[in-house]
Structure formats: structure tokens, C-alpha cells
T-cell receptor
Framework: SQTIHQWPATLVQPVGSPLSLECTVEGTSNPNLYWYRQAAGRGLQLLFYSVGIGQISSEVPQNLSASRPQDRQFILSSKKLLLSDSGFYLC???????????FGEGSWLTVV | AQKVTQAQTEISVVEKEDVTLDCVYETRDTTYYLFWYKQPPSGELVFLIRRNSFDEQNEISGRYSWNFQKSTSSFNFTITASQVVDSAVYFCALSGPRGAGGTSYGKLTFGQGTILTVHP
């Protein structure tokens, strides 16, 4: 069966420090991958999506970037974190059109 | 542009009561998908249901049921005989169809969520 994992689960980082959140999907190939952020107020917003290795599309301008170095690996990064980057980050995947979209466990990021 | 509205910010019920969570959506797509997710205190999003725009049949899964009405652009979620374990934030979400390059599907637009508290 397919599973999705992301880590670290919790992260406290100072302003100006770098960030790397990793997401891995197992049990499937060529998934579509997504990074969402849930800021205070509970709304979820799509940040990036990828339909294949090296293919990244950004939905909103921001201080973050994403990369997909391998088929089932999706990384969210920042060179210098801002206070406004704090939030709950969720990775998601689906196997194509009409398939269910599943989310990882999430990563809590607090920028101090 | 797509939009999902969950007008109920918070709902509080006593165990065994029935509760309905409302979801109204806006889209220009003729083909689209609707979802409900549950977010318990642990934070992860738990998938509950996916419905495509061509299937207006209501669905029941145990104590959960969903009422999809295209005429009113609504996809409401009812929990029958609620339990304390149902306490969570519930999100309704909307996805477009598979577009060029297959990227529209999966780009979810979420409502703001409804906090459901079930008291014993």
C-alpha cells in the first residue's frame, strides 16, 4: 500500500536560518506531489506542486522553494526564514486524475 | 476562480446529537471534485470522501453521510449520533479537472474549516 511521510515533525528555527522539510511517498511511482501550508486561522494554501522529477510549479510568491530530486521525494526549502513562514506544512500526493489526494503527517514550523 | 465557503466556524454538540457541516462552493469548471477531510488535534489531514461533479448520489458511510446538490453548489456533511472522537476540524475542499499536463486535479481550494466539539 502507498504511504507518505514527512519530517521533521516539529521544527523551531531562528529568523534568517535555512529550512529543509522532506516528504517521501512509498508504494507508488510518478505521483503528483504537493506542498500546502496552514497558517494561523486554519486555512490551507497550496504552495507548490510537481508532476515529475525536476518539475516544480509555484502557486504563490514567497520566501520558499521546492525541489523534486527523485520520483518520490519532495523537498521544501528556504535560504532565510521569516517570521511569517511559521505554520503547519503538509505534503500531499495523488496518483493522477480522479485519484484520492492523501496528506502526510505534517510539519510544525515555528520561526523565532 | 474557485472558492469554498464553510460558514460555520465552530459547532458544539452533545454526544449522540446529529450535526451537519455546511459547504458551499464556487467554480467555473464543469468537471470538478469535492472532498471532505478531518483534522484531529494531531494535525494530519484524514481523507473522508471524494465526489466528482457528475455523481450527485448521496453517500453514507457508517455514521457519516454526504449530501451533494449541484443546484445549490453545496456538499454538506452529516454526522449521526456524534461521538467525542468526532471532535476535530473538518475541511471541505474543491479541485478542478485534469487540465493540460494533468495538473489541475490535486490543486485543492480549501474552506476555512469548521471546528466541531462533541461534549460527553
Amino acid at each position: 500500500s502507498q504511504t507518505i511521510h514527512q519530517w521533521p515533525a516539529t521544527l523551531v528555527q531562528p529568523v534568517g536560518s535555512p529550512l529543509s522539510l522532506e516528504c517521501t511517498v512509498e508504494g507508488t511511482s510518478n505521483p503528483n506531489l504537493y506542498w500546502y501550508r496552514q497558517a494561523a486561522g486554519r486555512g490551507l494554501q497550496l504552495l507548490f506542486y510537481s508532476v515529475g522529477i525536476g518539475q516544480i510549479s509555484s502557486e504563490v510568491p514567497q520566501n520558499l522553494s521546492a525541489s523534486r530530486p527523485q520520483d518520490r521525494q519532495f523537498i521544501l526549502s528556504s535560504k532565510k526564514l521569516l517570521l511569517s513562514d511559521s505554520g503547519f506544512y503538509l505534503c500531499a500526493w495523488n496518483g493522477g486524475s480522479g485519484n484520492t489526494i492523501y496528506f502526510g503527517e505534517g510539519s510544525w514550523l515555528t520561526v523565532v | 476562480a474557485q472558492k469554498v465557503t464553510q460558514a460555520q466556524t465552530e459547532i458544539s454538540v452533545v454526544e449522540k446529537e446529529d450535526v451537519t457541516l455546511d459547504c458551499v462552493y464556487e467554480t467555473r469548471d464543469t468537471t470538478y471534485y469535492l472532498f471532505w477531510y478531518k483534522q484531529p488535534p494531531s494535525g494530519e489531514l484524514v481523507f473522508l470522501i471524494r465526489r466528482n461533479s457528475f455523481d450527485e448520489q448521496n453517500e453514507i458511510s457508517g455514521r457519516y453521510s454526504w449530501n451533494f446538490q449541484k443546484s445549490t453548489s453545496s456538499f454538506n456533511f452529516t454526522i449521526t449520533a456524534s461521538q467525542v472522537v468526532d471532535s476535530a476540524v473538518y475541511f471541505c475542499a474543491l479541485s478542478g479537472p485534469r487540465g493540460a499536463g494533468g495538473t489541475s486535479y490535486g490543486k485543492l481550494t480549501f474552506g476555512q474549516g469548521t471546528i466541531l466539539t462533541v461534549h460527553p
